[in-house]
């Protein structure tokens, strides 16, 4: 057995900093989960925002750090699905239970679907496909539920969709990962880009923006939510 050789302070410093990063988006999640408790949805979606921002980036800086190697202490993976599991499900489930965005008395019902299914699918180690497909629709409830709150639908279309959506997280089915799949990656980052302004634009107008606005989202929103229909076939 070769003795292991010993990590220098510069990188270990660099591995955990990224670690920290990652880290940080369970205080952004905190945050978010007291405006959703106070109904400032616009506060708590800048706030997710944010943590989608830091969510984005921190695996591009773990690479580079190769924190794997310099931060063996720490699981970057199981991190990024702890802090995933509260910005991307527990925060969103709460805002549309406390909105009354579901039928009277169903409200539960949702909320515990979404956190039932998501957590889960956390915890499958079949998640992401060899070639960085998400396999199932992939508990984004924070997507989800901006455009609950920008359509503004029905409670029991929301709810409808949610059981939908719930039962689609376990289905067969491709949805694409912006920042890792390789086909057409211009177009999605373009196309990432575009929402980001679009949703800013959105909280702009505290989530009731004019009609050009509403419809690039879901330009952009049907962009992703296809993609994966038209996956080459590769090993899964």
């Known amino acids: 057995m070769e003795p292991q050789i010993p990590v220098p302070l510069r990188l270990k410093f660099a591995g955990y900093s990224v670690h920290a990063l990652t880290a940080s988006g369970a205080v952004l999640g905190f945050l978010a989960l007291l405006a959703a408790i106070d109904h400032r949805f616009v506060e708590m979606f800048i706030w997710l925002g944010i943590a989608l921002f830091v969510d984005g ?3 591009t800086f773990a690479r580079r750090a190769n924190v794997k190697e310099t931060a063996i202490a720490i699981s970057g993976d199981t991190l990024d699905l702890v802090v995933d599991y509260v910005t991307y499900v527990l925060v969103p489930a709460l805002a549309m239970f406390q909105a009354g965005l579901f039928p009277l ?7 515990g679907a ?3 299914t998501a957590a889960l699918y956390f915890a499958d180690v079949r998640m992401k496909t060899d070639d960085w497909y998400f396999r199932g629709f ?3 409830w924070n997507l989800f539920a901006f455009f609950a709150f920008l359509l503004k639908p029905e409670p029991w279309i929301t709810f409808g969709l949610v059981i939908l959506f719930s039962g ?4 067969p089915i491709a949805f694409v990962h912006p920042m ?3 086909r057409l990656k211009l177009l999605t980052l373009l ?6 302004v679009l949703a800013v634009a959105a909280l702009f107008w505290n989530l009731d923006p004019p009609g050009p ?5 879901l330009v952009v929103g049907a962009y992703f939510l296809l993609f994966g229909l038209f996956r080459p076939k590769s090993q899964d």
């Open 57 to 59: 980036i921190d695996g």
């Open 105 to 111: 008395g169903w409200g539960t019902v949702a909320a």
């Open 114 to 116: 979404i956190c039932l």
């Open 138 to 140: 992939p508990a984004v």
């Open 168 to 171: 689609l997280t376990f289905a």
């Open 180 to 182: 890792r799949v390789v």
């Open 191 to 196: 196309m990432l880009g575009a929402g980001t």
């Open 213 to 217: 606005v509403v419809l690039g989202l």
